[in-house]
């Protein structure tokens, strides 16, 4: 089992940045794949950004896909998501989310997650 923990979020202006990151708990880290999400006040939650336990395989929104960037760092049981060019509609509660699984795959739906953390609030001026 695996907890986790966000952090980093905040108030930024448009066309600013953020570096979110989430923290876990465990030995095994590095078997996880990790995906971070959103949640707006009256949508639904949707994926951004996720990793294999690795770090070798990537894959983006299309709505964030240039502009933020997913990493981790097993050796700290981190993940990361540089956020840069934020937009008002980047604005919501981040989420991660782990899995295990074997090294190279990945999942961008959020019911194949078994683990998710608390979540931290991004707010993006215009």
């Known amino acids: 089992q695996v907890q986790l923990v966000e952090s980093g979020g905040g108030l930024v202006q448009a066309g600013g940045s953020l570096r979110l990151s989430c923290a876990a708990s465990?030995?095994?880290?590095?078997?996880?794949?990790v995906g971070w999400f959103r949640q707006a006040p009256g949508k639904e939650r949707e994926f951004v950004a996720t990793?294999?336990?690795?770090?070798?395989?990537?894959i983006y929104a299309d709505s964030v896909k240039g502009r933020f960037t997913i990493s981790r760092d097993n050796a700290k049981n981190t993940v990361y998501l540089e956020m840069n060019s934020l937009k008002p509609e980047d604005a919501a509660v981040y989420y991660c989310?782990?899995?295990?699984?074997?090294?190279?795959?990945?999942?961008?739906?959020?019911?194949?997650?078994?683990?998710w953390g608390q979540g931290t609030q991004v707010t993006v001026s215009s």
């Open positions: 465990g030995r095994t880290f590095s078997t996880y794949a």
């Open positions: 989310a782990a899995r295990p699984t074997s090294t190279a795959v990945v999942f961008t739906r959020s019911t194949l997650y078994d683990y």
């Open positions: 990793i294999s336990g690795s770090g070798g395989r990537t």
